[in-house]
């Protein structure tokens, strides 16, 4: 019996996300620097609302998807966030390089 996940590069995982409000369960997975590492970060934008990829394990689990079985039973699950933390550090840096610019030019 052919797996329903066979021809994929990577094993399935479990998403536990919002459905879109129009039915069309499409979003748009982004990349971008976490405000407090810098790190890299999964983001999901659905319906105008920003969502952050969270990832949890449990000591013992799976799941069972289809006929697939993901075994470390681990899941990833989406929370909202405020865009603003996204733009915080950014805004901050801005603002840091305008002051620096600033405080060169009325030293001259």
């Known amino acids: ?8 590069a990577a094993p399935p995982r479990l998403l536990v996300a919002p459905r879109p409000s129009d039915g069309n369960c499409q979003g748009n997975v982004l990349s971008l620097r976490h ?9 999901l934008f659905i319906d ?12 013992f689990g ?22 603003i933390f996204i733009l915080l550090p950014i805004l901050k840096a801005a603002r840091m390089s305008v002051c620096q610019i600033k405080s060169e030019i009325f030293l001259i």
């Open 48 to 59: 105008g609302q920003l969502h952050e990829f969270n990832w949890f394990k449990e000591r």
């Open 35 to 43: 405000p407090r590492s810098d790190e890299e970060t999964g983001y």
């Open 62 to 83: 799976s799941w069972f998807l289809g006929d697939y079985v993901c075994e470390d039973g681990s899941l990833y699950y989406c929370t909202v966030v405020d865009p």
């Open 1 to 8: 019996m052919a797996s329903w996940c066979g021809d994929l």
